[in-house]
Structure formats: C-alpha cells, structure tokens
C-alpha cells in the first residue's frame, strides 16, 4: 500500500467486515496522521500478520510472517522502517538495514521465545554437543543469533536443517517447532525448552471441541503449538502458509489455531469464507498501537540499536537463512 492519496475514509471500506462502523471515529484521525508522517519522513510501516487490522490493513506498508518481513526489509528504500510487531522483528530488520532508522513503538513488547534464550545458555550447549550446528529460530535476540551459526522461521526450518548436511543439529529455543520438525526430518533435532506463550496453552481438546462444535471445519494450527495438537490439525504451517491455504483451498469454514489478530487480517481477503474465531493473544503483539506508532513517527522513538560486532556475527546467520 502506497498511503499517498489514501485517507482513512477511503480505508473503512477494506476493513469493514471485521471492525464495527461504531469503533472507527477511535482509529481514524491516527490513521490520517499516520499516512501524514509517513510521507514526512520517507517512512514504512512493516507489521506483522498479528497485528491488529486496523494497522495491518490500513497504515503498514508490508505485511507478512517474520521470514517475509526479514527479506521486504531489504528491499525498503525508506529512510525510516517503523516495525509493527515485536523487539526481535525490529532487531532483524535493523540487522539488515543497518544504516536505517529502524523504529519500535514500545520497547516492551518482547517474546516467550526470545526471553527463553541467552548467548551463554547457546555456549554452554555448544560445549555440551561440540561440532553440531547450531540452528536458531528467528524468535530471538541479536546476541542469540550472533551464537549461531544458521537461522531459520516456521516457513522454512526444514529445508534450512536439511541444508546443513550433517545428521544432527541444535535447533533453539522452541520445543514444540523443533519436535514439529523432527516428524519431517531425517536429521536429529536437539531442542530447547523455549515455547511461545500463545501457542502452547492450545490442546488437543480444544480441536476436538472445536470440531464438534462446527462439523466439516478445517483446522490449520501453527507449529509453534505442541505436536498434539498439530497431529489434530488438517495442516500444520507458518501464518504465511496458512494465509496461502486459505487462499487456494477455499474452505468453507475454517479455524486457524494461532494468535487473535490473523483470522481478522484473513477474513478481510476471504469474505466467502466463514472463520471460527477461538484464539489467544498476543501481549506482546498488542503492545502496538496506532497510537504509538503516530508517536514512533512523531518523536523518533524508539530507535533500535544494536552492538556492531554482534550485529556482523548475527547478520551472518539470517543471511546465510536467506540464501537456502
Ligand atoms: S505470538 Fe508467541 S512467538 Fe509470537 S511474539 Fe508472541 S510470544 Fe513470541
């Protein structure tokens, strides 16, 4: 979305299946303001498939899972890139942009998965398995990535273990992503105890719940979410592979077993589609608000900063992820 003859009156029409008439007089003069200081500054917006619609849909400029925000940012001829989404997005994004501005709208919004690592714990492991790569899902810190040799999202971690060519490999800090994996792979996984606060709080009982509750609903889950309950699911696949499943297989109903925010962003592209709404937030996520992302804009806040010598080392494995 380009935002330069955009105005939020001309927005409502896009989001109007998932946001009441009743709630746009709150987002709509942050939205003007927004598409204002965009164009000010030389700004984008990049915002994550959690993000709320009326950022998703209205003021960001990419959107996507992780693995496609790490690859646009690079692509970005902006002078500003303001991430939507959470600290380690940002920290990527600044990874690969080093000499942008890169803006997070609060500095809290953290992760499960990335508070569930350090570098030392990423040292001590390699002590422990010396010679086996060490494979870090992007959900991490910089000085995480800088320890690693290779990174790699939900989308891709398959194709990036079996890129190693060894037969065994670390792959950090989520539990269940690595377990997940490990059912496709003939590589043996060693995993982390990290798990995503979202995904692990669903059941196999919630499926089987949801199923009889709504018959002949198809359940996508995210592999974030324990293998029980991905082995209850149709398919199993990152929010970008569940948005494409959506779009090619026209369910009739579906249930996309993951964070709030990405049926709404969905349902926008698929009004012939019914979705079944039971999900978790994010708090991280929802840390960001229009209101705060006027702000980044407005007072340059807050900017992402990143030391330069774990900046090199971590750059190495997100690009060397990219190249596979
Ligand atoms: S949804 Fe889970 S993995 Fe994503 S930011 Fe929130 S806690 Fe982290």
Redesign the pocket.
């Known amino acids: 979305m380009s935002g330069m003859t955009l105005s939020a009156a001309s927005l409502y029409d896009r989001v109007q299946r998932v946001i009441p008439a009743i709630e746009w007089p709150v987002f709509s003069d942050d939205i003007d303001a927004i598409l204002k200081l965009k164009r000010e500054r030389n700004a984008v917006i990049l915002a994550h498939n959690?993000q709320t619609p009326e950022i998703f849909h209205c003021v960001a400029d990419i959107v996507g899972d992780s693995l496609a925000l790490a690859r646009k940012a690079m692509e970005v001829e902006a002078d500003v890139i303001v991430l939507a989404g959470?600290h380690f997005m940002a920290e990527t994004a600044k990874l690969l942009n080093p000499s942008k501005t890169v803006l997070i709208p609060d500095m809290r919004a953290g992760?499960?998965?990335?508070d569930s690592i350090t570098p030392q714990d990423i040292r001590l492991l390699r002590q422990r398995y010396p010679g086996v790569p060490v494979v870090t899902y992007v959900?991490t810190s910089a000085a995480v990535k800088a320890e690693s040799d290779i990174c790699c999202t939900s989308g891709n971690a398959k194709a990036v273990v079996e890129s190693l060519g060894v037969p065994r490999v670390l792959m950090l800090p989520d539990e269940y992503l690595a377990q997940n994996i490990a059912k496709q792979t003939d590589v043996e996984i060693i995993a982390w105890k990290g798990h995503?606060?979202?995904?692990e709080r669903f059941t196999p009982e919630d499926i089987r719940e949801m199923r009889a509750a709504h018959p002949g609903v198809t359940v996508l889950a995210h592999p974030?979410c324990p293998p029980e309950v991905v082995a209850e699911a149709d398919f199993a696949g990152s929010t970008a592979a569940m948005s494409d499943y959506v779009g090619r297989e026209k369910p009739a109903s579906v249930v996309l077993v993951t964070?709030c925010s990405m049926s709404d962003n969905v349902a926008v592209e698929h009004p012939d589609v019914e979705f079944i709404r039971p999900c978790n937030l994010?708090p991280?996520?929802k840390r960001i608000t229009l209101g705060n992302i006027r702000s980044a804009l407005e007072r340059n806040e807050h900017a992402v900063t990143i030391d330069p010598t774990v900046a090199a080392r971590a750059r190495l494995a997100v690009e060397r992820m990219l190249a596979v």
């Open positions: 959690y959470v992760c499960s998965l990335a959900n995503c606060e979202v995904h974030e964070e994010c991280h996520m």
